[in-house]
Structure formats: structure tokens, C-alpha cells
């Protein structure tokens, strides 16, 4: 059940890409096919009514001249280049032309039959004192284009119209390769199982694909990075809460089994600072996982050191238990913003790591230490222990075993209250922990 919308989902993609190049193609092909046409037909219309503008304007122009030329006594019909004829009287219409005299003053244009096609200019002017009609004809198979001329004009547009999609094609195939290819080799890369370890585009792919895969790489690096939070935070929770509620569960079952009011006193003691420690685990727990940043809920307190005793009280018995000498080393008074329990879950997690990396192997002469320096803008946490690890030498944040335990919640810490973390190598041996504080107005 739960594979089947995994495939159901990949089998949709893979289709939908494909469709979507084919549908291009023929979207594109049916564009320019109807493009083509358009230019064909307009090429051909334009040319036929330049032909015929060309001839009637040419009959309109002619017609003062001729008027000039029967007013100065030139008989008719009056014939003029070319092939225009020209005359007022209507015994000279040829009967193949009909009744011309019919057409109303001013006409211009071409006269269509079934066998004869003509140019006609029909006007009229004064000659003699009298208004006579003017009528300038011109046989149109004299003027327009052959049929010859009319095909090779047809085979260069349809050369022409051919070229365009040609054209157009090798602009589908460029924009093929920029703009659906990469899409296809995303569409791939994300239904592969498991993802590859980074997503890439052919460098030929346009800017923005670009933009989109490197978005891709940065919201998973980000998504791995939460969920190692996640298990960072199930880890510290688990180990936080558990060592305080096995001291209840213990301290409670002593109470029944001995009466006596100092050791039931001790009990009830124990009790209440493991309750205490759990409170404080899960407010700072509930700090980090809140929606908005408690920058201004908390306003800066200085760091004391009686509040720094207790905070590492905890963690400064677990090093004794195991012969690591801690020394705290006052140079400052650092002002804070988190609270107290975010300041344990900060150092607990710094010295915690330091024990653990505890050194078995020292000289005779040197014993494990762990060295806590406060100034003002730092607070510094030196260890002799093993060292970082190649892995966290190269990246830190990455590793959660040894000095990595934690380090995602205190990166994360920091980053809420701008603080910034650094680790590295202590000289000969050990590590280097660093809190850099910002200055707070107080």
C-alpha cells in the first residue's frame, strides 16, 4: 500500500514529461504550418492589389493629360503607353467591352467577365463648351503578371514559407535542449530511487533551471539538517530526561523501604533536583522548537557565577566520577539573553562532549582536564581529551558521535540568540569550544 503511490506518482511524471515534449512539437508545428499559410496568401493578395493599384493609378494619373490633349483638338480614340486607350464618344467602346457608359462618374477600377478583364477610368470634361463623357480603358492581360511569372513568385514563397519553418524547427530543437530537456533530467533525478546526492542540469540549460537546481540542493541540505536535528533533540531529550527520571523512580521506591526522616529527607531531596533538571530540559527543549525567535522576551541579565555553578553542577559530578579535573577561569561578566535553561542545554552539551572524549592514553604525568574560561564577549571550554575527528575537522555540524553529540542544538541555540560557535584543535591534544557572545545593551 505504501509503494503503490510512490510508482503511481512516478509512472505520472515520466508521462506527463514526455507528453508535454510531443505536445510542444505538434503545438509548434501546427503554428507554424497555419503561420506559413498566412504569409503565402497574404504574400499572393498583396502583390495581386499592388498590380491592380499600380494599373488604376496609372489610368488616373493619365486622365488630365488626356483631357488636355482632346480639348487641344487631338482626335480620338487617343492611345497611350501602356496599351491605355482613351476617348469620349461612346462608337468607340469595343462591343466585347459592353456598356461602359452605364458605370457611374468617377469610376475606377477593374471590370471582371468571363472572357475579357479591363482597367476603366470613367470621367467627364468640357470640350467645345459642351460636357462630354471621358472613358480611358485598358485591357488588363497586358499589364498583369503571366502565369509563368505568377508560378516562379509562388515557388519562392513556398521557399520562403519553407525556410521559416525550418527556422522555427531548429528554434524548437534550441529551445528543447534549454527549457524541456532540463526539466526531463529533473523530473528523472527526482523519481530516482534513492536521489542521487546532488541534482545537476546540462550546463547548455537556461539561467533559471540553474537557479531552480541549486534551490533544490539547498532545501534538501536542509532538510537533512533538520532531520539530524530531530534526532539530535530525540537524543538529548532521551538522554536528559531518562538519568533524572531513574533518580525519581529510584529515590521512591528508598522512601518505602526506609523510614527514617534524614534518609527519606535525602530522597525527597534527590527527587526534587531531578524534577527541577526535567523542568529545565524541557523548557529549553520548548525554546527551541517554538515558532517565533524569544529575542525580546528575555531582556540581558549578567551571567554570575553562582548561576554558572549550577548550571554545570550537574555535568562538573559527572567529570569527577570519571577523575577529570574542571577549573573555571573568571576574566569577564558577559551579559546573556537565554535563559537558564537554555544556558545548561548549551554547556551541558559542551562539557558532555569533553567527557566523553576523555583520553585514556596520556602520559603518567598528565591527567585529564577540562578548563572553562569566562570573558566578556566568550566563554571558552578547553579539553585535553581525543581530539576532533577527521569527519568534524571537515564538517562539524555532520557528525553526531563524540564532540558531534549536540553540536546541531547548539548550533541551533546560537543561531536563535546570535551567538557563533567554533570548535578546533587544542594543542597537543584535545579541542577548543568557543561561545562568542554579542554585546548586549544593559
Same mark, same amino acid.
Given at each position: 500500500?505504501?509503494?503503490?503511490?510512490?510508482?503511481?506518482?512516478?509512472?505520472?511524471? *515520466?508521462?506527463?514529461?514526455?507528453?508535454?515534449?510531443?505536445?510542444?512539437?505538434?503545438?509548434? =508545428? #501546427?503554428?507554424?504550418?497555419?503561420?506559413?499559410?498566412?504569409?503565402?496568401?497574404?504574400?499572393?493578395?498583396?502583390?495581386?492589389?499592388?498590380?491592380?493599384?499600380?494599373?488604376?493609378?496609372?489610368? $488616373?494619373?493619365? =486622365?488630365?493629360?488626356?483631357?488636355?490633349?482632346?480639348?487641344?483638338? @487631338?482626335?480620338?480614340?487617343?492611345?497611350?503607353?501602356?496599351?491605355?486607350?482613351?476617348?469620349?464618344?461612346?462608337?468607340?467602346?469595343?462591343?466585347?467591352?459592353?456598356?461602359?457608359?452605364?458605370?457611374?462618374?468617377?469610376?475606377?477600377?477593374?471590370?471582371?467577365?468571363?472572357? &475579357?478583364?479591363?482597367?476603366?477610368?470613367?470621367?467627364? #470634361?468640357?470640350?467645345?463648351g459642351e460636357v462630354v463623357q471621358l472613358y480611358l480603358t485598358m485591357p488588363a492581360d497586358n499589364v498583369e503578371l503571366s502565369n509563368a511569372q505568377w508560378k516562379s513568385i509562388s515557388t519562392f514563397s513556398l521557399l520562403f514559407t519553407l525556410g521559416l519553418l525550418i527556422l522555427l524547427g531548429y528554434a524548437l530543437i534550441k529551445l528543447s535542449k534549454r527549457?524541456?530537456?532540463?526539466?526531463?533530467?529533473?523530473?528523472?533525478?527526482?523519481?530516482?530511487?534513492?536521489?542521487?546526492?546532488? #541534482?545537476?542540469?546540462?550546463?547548455?540549460?537556461?539561467?533559471?533551471?540553474?537557479?531552480?537546481?541549486?534551490?533544490?540542493?539547498?532545501?534538501?541540505?536542509?532538510?537533512?539538517?533538520?532531520?539530524?536535528?530531530?534526532? /539530535?533533540?530525540?537524543?538529548? =531529550?532521551?538522554?536528559?530526561?531518562?538519568?533524572?527520571?531513574?533518580?525519581?523512580?529510584?529515590?521512591?521506591?528508598?522512601?518505602?523501604?526506609?523510614?527514617?526522616?534524614? #534518609?527519606?529527607?535525602?530522597?525527597?531531596?534527590?527527587?526534587?533536583? =531531578?524534577?527541577?533538571?526535567?523542568?529545565?530540559?524541557?523548557?529549553?527543549?520548548?525554546?527551541?522548537?517554538?515558532?517565533?525567535?524569544?529575542? !525580546?522576551?528575555?531582556?540581558?541579565?549578567?551571567?554570575?557565577?553562582?548561576?554558572? *555553578?549550577?548550571?554545570?553542577? @550537574? /555535568?562538573? !559530578?559527572?567529570?569527577?566520577?570519571? &577523575?577529570?579535573?574542571?577549573?573555571? *577561569?573568571?576574566?569577564? !561578566?558577559?551579559?546573556?539573553?537565554?535563559?537558564?535553561?537554555?544556558?545548561?542545554?548549551?554547556?551541558?552539551?559542551?562539557? !558532555?562532549?569533553?567527557? *566523553?572524549?576523555?583520553?585514556?592514553?596520556?602520559?603518567?604525568?598528565?591527567?585529564?582536564?577540562?578548563?572553562?574560561?569566562i570573558l566578556d564577549n566568550q566563554i571558552v571550554i578547553e579539553d585535553n581529551g581525543q581530539g576532533l575527528s577527521n569527519i568534524e575537522k571537515g564538517q562539524q555540524q555532520s557528525d553526531m558521535s563524540g564532540h558531534g553529540l549536540g553540536l546541531v542544538i547548539i548550533d541551533t541555540l546560537c543561531h536563535r540568540y546570535n551567538w557563533q560557535f567554533t570548535l578546533?584543535?587544542? &594543542?597537543? $591534544?584535545?579541542?577548543? /569550544?568557543?561561545?562568542?557572545?554579542?554585546?548586549?545593551? &544593559?
Amino acid at each position: 500500500m505504501l509503494n503503490q503511490p510512490k510508482v503511481s506518482r512516478t509512472s505520472t511524471s *515520466n508521462t506527463t514529461a514526455r507528453s508535454f515534449v510531443g505536445r510542444l512539437s505538434v503545438y509548434f =508545428a #501546427f503554428i507554424g504550418v497555419l503561420a506559413a499559410g498566412i504569409i503565402y496568401v497574404t504574400m499572393i493578395f498583396i502583390l495581386q492589389w499592388v498590380e491592380d493599384e499600380v494599373s488604376l493609378n496609372n489610368l $488616373r494619373e493619365s =486622365a488630365p493629360y488626356v483631357v488636355k490633349q482632346f480639348q487641344s483638338g @487631338t482626335p480620338e480614340p487617343l492611345v497611350l503607353p501602356p496599351n491605355i486607350t482613351a476617348f469620349y464618344s461612346t462608337n468607340f467602346i469595343p462591343k466585347k467591352y459592353g456598356q461602359l457608359q452605364n458605370y457611374p462618374l468617377g469610376f475606377n477600377g477593374e471590370i471582371n467577365d468571363d472572357s &475579357h478583364e479591363l482597367f476603366l477610368h470613367r470621367d467627364e #470634361f468640357l470640350l467645345d463648351g459642351e460636357v462630354v463623357q471621358l472613358y480611358l480603358t485598358m485591357p488588363a492581360d497586358n499589364v498583369e503578371l503571366s502565369n509563368a511569372q505568377w508560378k516562379s513568385i509562388s515557388t519562392f514563397s513556398l521557399l520562403f514559407t519553407l525556410g521559416l519553418l525550418i527556422l522555427l524547427g531548429y528554434a524548437l530543437i534550441k529551445l528543447s535542449k534549454r527549457l524541456i530537456e532540463p526539466i526531463n533530467d529533473l523530473s528523472k533525478q527526482l523519481a530516482k530511487q534513492p536521489l542521487p546526492t546532488t #541534482f545537476s542540469v546540462n550546463t547548455s540549460a537556461a539561467k533559471e533551471f540553474g537557479i531552480l537546481t541549486d534551490s533544490l540542493n539547498s532545501y534538501r541540505q536542509q532538510n537533512e539538517t533538520l532531520i539530524k536535528q530531530e534526532q /539530535a533533540f530525540a537524543r538529548y =531529550a532521551s538522554h536528559e530526561l531518562r538519568t533524572p527520571l531513574s533518580i525519581v523512580v529510584g529515590a521512591a521506591k528508598l522512601l518505602s523501604k526506609k523510614p527514617d526522616a534524614d #534518609f527519606q529527607l535525602r530522597q525527597q531531596e534527590r527527587i526534587t533536583r =531531578a524534577a527541577q533538571d526535567m523542568q529545565n530540559t524541557v523548557d529549553a527543549l520548548l525554546n527551541i522548537v517554538k515558532q517565533e525567535k524569544s529575542d !525580546n522576551s528575555n531582556p540581558p541579565r549578567q551571567l554570575t557565577e553562582q548561576e554558572l *555553578n549550577q548550571t554545570i553542577e @550537574t /555535568a562538573v !559530578n559527572l567529570a569527577k566520577k570519571q &577523575h577529570i579535573e574542571v577549573t573555571i *577561569n573568571w576574566q569577564g !561578566n558577559p551579559y546573556v539573553q537565554p535563559n537558564s535553561a537554555v544556558i545548561k542545554m548549551l554547556l551541558s552539551n559542551l562539557l !558532555n562532549n569533553a567527557i *566523553n572524549a576523555r583520553c585514556d592514553n596520556l602520559p603518567d604525568d598528565e591527567t585529564s582536564w577540562i578548563k572553562i574560561t569566562i570573558l566578556d564577549n566568550q566563554i571558552v571550554i578547553e579539553d585535553n581529551g581525543q581530539g576532533l575527528s577527521n569527519i568534524e575537522k571537515g564538517q562539524q555540524q555532520s557528525d553526531m558521535s563524540g564532540h558531534g553529540l549536540g553540536l546541531v542544538i547548539i548550533d541551533t541555540l546560537c543561531h536563535r540568540y546570535n551567538w557563533q560557535f567554533t570548535l578546533k584543535s587544542n &594543542h597537543p $591534544r584535545g579541542c577548543i /569550544a568557543t561561545l562568542s557572545l554579542p554585546t548586549l545593551s &544593559h
